[in-house]
């Protein structure tokens, strides 16, 4: 989960009370103030509660004060004067889309603000070098579990003092993981920005044909590898024309199973990849390649890799864990004709532990060192709260997207379609990837340790213990900064 306590935010120092002050004289003269969004707070808890708080690393809460100051600044400026606005997004349909249904509304309601767009130019690290730089773009699309590693190294500004004073955003207009996912050191970094999550995708005509109940897709781990045992079935040549299950196809790989398996990754403000049960998980899904043959998987891999379609598509898978956004495909990918019956529904869990998800997505941020920070976060808290979000939720294309804040989906009524509602309904109690300076090289080193483990060039055990280490020299590095 995220660091920090969803939606608290600790401290108001005087600074930010003058701040306030400055900012409501301001807006009273040049009537540039916040328009009314509208939230209501969630039902939800607080989250999954896995989170650890990160010790503070590469200068953050040094740069408190200095991202005080900046704010201030920002709200003493007369908001009536022509400011030109640079914001950091996907290129292509994104780009064209967003501009005309999000951006030219916000400049029809702030005229004295112009956005100029600049499409994505070489990913994280040329935005990286911007910043560094100073010269960075004033609003920036960021994936959202980066927040803690760009915050550590004081990449981004610090939202928090806006929200002390601004009332039009708030922590409960959005799924608490999601909101504290932007949060490091109990600071807010970031607004949220879309979402996903992962479900089962089940076959039920392959469930049908191995005599199995295709309306009960199973529930727990011990169902699936049974259900999944009967389904495998090889060709004359000797390899796979279909499979059961594969627990790295797809969204399916450490991440998602650790959580499956009811494996924490953060204990106590430690990192904890070698968990005892994300040990589990790992064993498990090495016994699948040992069981299944690895080199036969592999070629069955190779040969979906090859239809220009999702596996389960095919109708050669009989579960496979995917996110919402594969069931876009049947409208968006001409070669997507299932002729089978199928349904969606949780991942299963291993006994004892309740079925969930993990959710990802993306959030939009102020990179540190922007010339024009108050007229940015208008325009962040426009485009990433709900008259940006609900606008973009109901342009034409939306598919199955789901959205950040709770009260957009109800308005849309996603929920009415039965497959997206099952992923809707994970959302208040899906896991988040840890929120460290050190996320990123451990989503990394994951990745490594399965591919060895799936090759049996290690135990998982030894594996993790490694990851471990090299997660904690990751982290000290970073904090000595």
């Known amino acids: 989960m995220a660091v920090g306590n969803s939606g608290i935010l600790h401290g108001k120092p005087a600074r930010i009370k003058i701040f306030a002050a400055v900012l409501a004289v301001s807006l009273a003269l040049t009537g540039c103030g916040a328009s009314g969004g509208g939230s209501d707070a969630s039902d939800n808890g607080g989250g999954n509660g896995n989170g650890a708080k990160a010790d503070n690393a590469g200068g953050a809460n040094d740069g408190k004060a ?7 600044d920002g709200a003493g400026k007369s908001t009536s004067e022509q400011v030109t606005l640079s914001l950091w997004g996907w290129s292509g349909t994104f780009q064209t889309d967003f501009t005309k249904l999000v951006l030219s509304e916000f400049e029809k309601q702030h005229p004295n603000i112009k956005i100029k767009y600049i499409p ?4 994280t690290d040329k935005l990286t070098t911007l910043i560094a730089g100073g010269t960075p773009p004033d609003v920036a699309i960021l994936d959202r579990f980066l927040t803690g590693s760009w ?3 004081g990449s981004l500004e610090n939202l928090t003092p806006f929200l002390e004073m601004d009332s039009e955003v708030s922590s409960n207009d959005y799924y608490p ?7 490091y050191n109990d600071q807010v970094y970031a607004l949220p ?6 479900g089962l995708y089940y076959n039920k005509t392959l469930m049908k044909e191995a005599g199995l109940d295709a309306n009960t897709p199973p529930k727990t781990i011990d169902e699936l590898d ?3 045992e009967k389904m495998f079935k090889k060709s004359t040549s000797g390899g796979y024309e279909q499979v059961g299950f594969i627990p790295w196809m797809g969204q399916s790989y450490l991440y998602t199973q650790s959580w ?3 494996g924490e990754w953060t204990k106590d403000a430690e990192l904890t990849p070698n968990d005892p049960q994300i040990v589990k998980a790992l064993e498990w899904m090495a016994g699948y390649a040992k069981k299944y043959d690895m080199a036969q998987i592999n070629k069955f891999n190779d040969v979906m890799g090859k239809t220009g379609i999702n596996p389960f598509w095919t109708g050669k898978v009989g579960f496979m864990v995917d996110g919402n956004w594969i069931l876009n495909d049947l409208k968006s990918n001409a070669k997507v004709k299932p002729t089978f019956e199928w349904g969606v529904t949780p991942m299963p869990s291993a006994d004892g532990y309740p079925q969930t998800t993990w959710a990802g997505g993306f959030s939009f941020t102020l990179p540190k060192g922007g010339k024009h920070p108050q007229e940015a976060w208008e325009l962040l808290k426009f485009i990433a709260g709900y008259k940006g979000t609900l606008l973009w939720a109901k342009r034409p294309n939306a598919g199955n997207d789901i959205t950040a804040m709770p009260k957009v989906n109800e308005e849309i009524k996603i929920t009415e379609n039965p497959q997206l509602k099952v992923f809707v309904d994970m959302m208040p109690s899906a ?3 840890p929120v460290t300076p050190a996320g990123q090289k451990m989503w990394d080193e994951t990745f490594r340790v399965q591919d060895l483990a799936l090759n049996g060039k290690g135990e998982p055990k030894k594996l993790l213990d490694e990851v471990k280490k090299n997660v904690d020299a990751e982290l000290k590095k970073l904090q000595a900064k």
Request: glycine content about 14%; charged content about 20%.
């Open 177 to 183: 993981g999601v909101w504290a996912e932007t949060t």
């Open 120 to 123: 994505d130019q070489g990913g």
């Open 226 to 228: 049974a259900m999944a």
């Open 151 to 153: 915050a550590a190294k």
């Open 193 to 198: 920005w879309g979402t996903d999550n992962r």
């Open 431 to 433: 896991h988040f990837r």
């Open 260 to 262: 499956n398996f009811g």
């Open 66 to 72: 200095a991202n005080a100051e900046a704010a201030d």
